[in-house]
């Protein structure tokens, strides 16, 4: 059964990057019928997606984080990464990776994906 | 619009059906999906494009989604499914996620 495991510092200090890694058991990261997501979940609130990548590096971002986040795949280390930089506050956060599904009635689109499975999620908080 | 809409709350008693919905701009132009969030786990998929329900997920969860709104309804509802209920979806124009506020369900 498909696993996902975060990893990375749970304290960050202010202005600086927080950087995790999001490993797939099952190395299905080159797997052309999965994106890979990064959403995070403040506490005591909802969700916020974070951005979503592929094997071959197409990604896709929340367009209020786009400009400090950093996505990757290493599909060598069945590893996605995540890079936050000037970081605040605001970005703690439990960060969860999960697999993005796109498929479905013979065709692949993102605007059918949904996610599953989830990692048990990694908390992160930003504090000096 | 891109936001999805979610009450903050939804009561039911145990047995009966509860109904969670979603609201946001032609929400029927868009797959929408369901995760549950019980406290202190991860979320898990309930419903996906819309209607369908992942291996292991109750027949008792089932989902819609017609006009401006998407709708998880859970029939004879279980003590077990008190929880956070988020719906999610694509927006296309923006080549983004979205996910609406949550809604907590408690049986009672």
């Known amino acids: 059964q498909l696993q996902l495991q975060e990893s990375g510092p749970g304290l960050v200090k202010p202005s600086e990057t927080l950087s995790l890694t999001c490993t797939v058991s099952d190395g299905s990261i080159s797997n052309t019928l999965y994106y890979w997501g990064w959403i995070r979940q403040p506490p005591g609130r909802g969700l916020e997606w974070i951005g979503t990548i592929n094997h071959s590096g197409r990604s896709y971002f929340n367009p209020s984080l786009k400009s400090r986040v950093t996505i990757s795949a290493d599909t060598s280390k069945h590893q996605i990464s995540l890079n936050l930089s000037s970081v605040t506050a605001a970005d703690t956060a439990m960060y969860y990776c999960?697999?993005?599904?796109?498929?479905?009635?013979?065709?692949?689109?993102?605007?059918?994906?949904?996610?599953?499975?989830w990692g048990q999620g990694t908390l992160v908080t930003v504090s000096s | 619009s891109n936001e999805l809409t979610q009450a903050p709350s939804v009561s039911v008693s145990p047995g009966q059906t509860a109904s969670i919905t979603c609201s946001g701009d032609?929400?029927?132009?868009?797959?929408v999906s369901w995760y549950q969030q019980k406290s202190g786990q991860s979320p898990v998929v309930v419903i996906y494009q819309d209607d369908k329900r992942p291996t292991g997920i109750p027949e008792r969860f089932s989902g819609s989604n017609s006009g401006n709104t998407a709708t998880l309804t859970i029939s004879g509802t279980q003590t077990m499914d008190e929880a956070d209920y988020f719906c999610?979806?694509?927006?296309?124009?923006?080549?983004?996620?979205?996910f609406g506020g949550g809604t907590k369900l408690t049986v009672l």
């Open positions: 999610q979806a694509w927006d296309t124009s923006a080549a983004c996620v979205l």
């Open positions: 999960a697999r993005q599904e796109y498929c479905g009635g013979g065709s692949c689109y993102l605007s059918k994906s949904w996610f599953d499975p």
């Open positions: 032609k929400l029927e132009s868009k797959f």
